[in-house]
């Protein structure tokens, strides 16, 4: 049974690109969320996606969007890349909002 | 706004002893918290949730409790071992935000042999 996988593993921009990162929830999940962790931080709640739609967003500005497809997979999308974007980009899953998250072990995006 | 805090970046101790880690949050309680550990280069991996009706959960070695009134949750892990060490980070979740879990930064623990 896979759990969260999330694709690719290392991502390197620069200023001003835009990036789309994949998530593929764990077999069974259908609410998705994504969470930003900068080095020696916790993870910092993004959005979260359920019946394909956005359900909570945190205060992320709008260059930040996202989207879920009718298998619950997810994208994690990032317009006109900044360098404090840099981070590892978590997504987890779970069967409802209130259940124990699954976390997969995340994109390493780094922006030159 | 709602903060946590988790009382130390970094904590030590020797094989065998009881590692007790501290969440602290701020304002009005949350609907449940929750505990995962996080390897380096890894995901956190979910370990305990305990809801604001509960005083303590267990599971194995680990023991969580949660007292609203000092508005805090312990962590135990009894009978540390070197497998132990590890980022473990604290996420409180709030009626209504349903999903929305806030993390602490974490307490990287050390267990030496």
């Known amino acids: 049974d896979a759990g969260v996988t999330q694709s690719p593993t290392h991502l390197i921009k620069t200023r001003g690109q835009q990036v789309t990162l994949r998530c593929s929830p764990k077999s069974g999940h259908d609410t998705v969320s994504w969470y930003q962790q900068a080095l020696g931080q916790g993870p910092q709640f993004i959005f979260q996606?359920?019946?394909?739609?956005?359900?909570q967003r945190g205060n992320f500005p709008d260059r930040f969007s996202g989207h879920q497809f009718p298998n619950y997979s997810s994208e994690l999308n990032v317009n006109a890349l900044l360098l404090g974007d840099s981070a590892l980009y978590l997504c987890a899953s779970s069967l409802r909002f209130d259940q124990p998250q699954h976390f997969g072990d995340g994109t390493r995006l780094s922006i030159l | 706004s709602q903060k946590i805090e988790q009382n130390s970046e970094a904590l030590n101790i020797q094989e065998g002893k009881t590692a007790t880690l501290t969440c602290n949050y701020t304002?009005?309680?949350?609907?449940?918290l929750q505990w995962y550990r996080q390897d380096p280069g890894r995901g956190p991996v979910f370990l305990l949730l305990?809801?604001?009706?509960?005083k303590e959960k267990r599971k194995e070695r680990l023991k969580v409790t949660f007292d609203t009134t000092l508005k805090q949750s312990l962590f135990h892990i009894t009978a540390s071992q070197p497998a132990d060490s590890a980022t473990y980070l604290c996420?409180?979740?709030?009626?209504?935000?349903?999903?929305?879990?806030?993390f602490g930064k974490g307490t990287k623990l050390s267990v030496k042999p």
């Open positions: 305990i809801r604001e009706n509960e």
């Open positions: 996606y359920y019946e394909e739609e956005e359900r």
């Open positions: 304002n009005y309680s949350p609907a449940y």
């Open positions: 996420a409180f979740n709030y009626g209504g935000s349903q999903g929305n879990l806030i």
